[in-house]
């Protein structure tokens, strides 16, 4: 019996020395291992050699939602324009600001750069316009991602908003 206890003892010994031993090294400092990763752009952006989006010209894109033409009047519509003022205020002035780019490009000037009917399917449409139109795709990457809320205008609430871009 003394002999089986001294046994199993010398065994479990032997265990606990084939077991133990290994000693990890804790290093200096904060350390993480990262992985390298690789982009690729879609070949449906577009994009112009240091050319922001938010700057470049493009009177040519009409964009993707329910605004295929349109005409301007050459002279503004001031009364419209004052409506496109106040709907500008209560729903747009939250993310974008006349004359500095903020949470979203600013406004002003953006007759200049855009077709009337790429900004009305912007404000109308602009789940589909990010998901489909490389510009506005461009735009949200610029933006960090930060995509422009529907809120749910009507197509006489956008054109006045249109027709207020004219003013600034």
Same mark, same amino acid.
């Given at each position: 019996?003394?002999?089986?206890?001294?046994?199993?003892?010398?065994?479990?010994?032997?265990?606990?020395?084939?077991?133990?031993?290994?000693?990890?090294?804790?290093?200096?400092?904060?350390?993480?291992?990262?992985?390298?990763?690789?982009?690729?752009?879609?070949?449906?952006?577009?994009?112009?050699?240091?050319?922001?989006?938010?700057?470049?010209?493009?009177?040519?894109?009409?964009?993707?939602?329910?605004?295929?033409? /349109?005409? #301007? !009047?050459? *002279?503004?519509?001031?009364?419209?324009?004052?409506?496109? +003022? %106040?709907?500008?205020?209560?729903?747009?002035?939250?993310?974008?600001?006349?004359?500095?780019?903020?949470?979203?490009?600013?406004?002003?000037?953006?007759?200049?750069?855009?077709?009337?009917?790429?900004?009305?399917? /912007?404000? #109308? !449409?602009? *789940?589909?316009?990010?998901?489909?139109?490389?510009?506005? +795709? %461009?735009?949200?990457?610029?933006?960090?991602?930060?995509?422009?809320?529907?809120?749910?205008?009507?197509?006489?609430?956008?054109?006045?908003?249109?027709?207020?871009?004219?003013?600034?």
């Amino acid at each position: 019996m003394k002999s089986l206890l001294k046994g199993i003892v010398l065994l479990f010994s032997l265990l606990l020395i084939s077991c133990g031993g290994k000693e990890e090294k804790k290093k200096e400092g904060f350390s993480v291992d990262r992985q390298k990763t690789t982009t690729t752009k879609t070949a449906d952006v577009t994009e112009d050699a240091g050319t922001k989006a938010s700057e470049r010209i493009d009177l040519t894109n009409k964009g993707v939602g329910p605004i295929k033409s /349109m005409n #301007l !009047n050459s *002279e503004i519509d001031q009364a419209m324009a004052a409506t496109g +003022k %106040e709907v500008y205020d209560q729903m747009c002035l939250a993310c974008h600001r006349i004359g500095k780019k903020f949470i979203g490009p600013a406004p002003n000037d953006i007759l200049k750069r855009r077709t009337p009917e790429w900004v009305m399917n /912007m404000i #109308l !449409n602009p *789940e589909n316009m990010v998901k489909e139109d490389p510009l506005a +795709k %461009e735009l949200l990457i610029e933006f960090n991602g930060s995509p422009m809320a529907n809120q749910g205008l009507t197509e006489e609430q956008a054109r006045a908003v249109l027709e207020y871009f004219r003013t600034l």
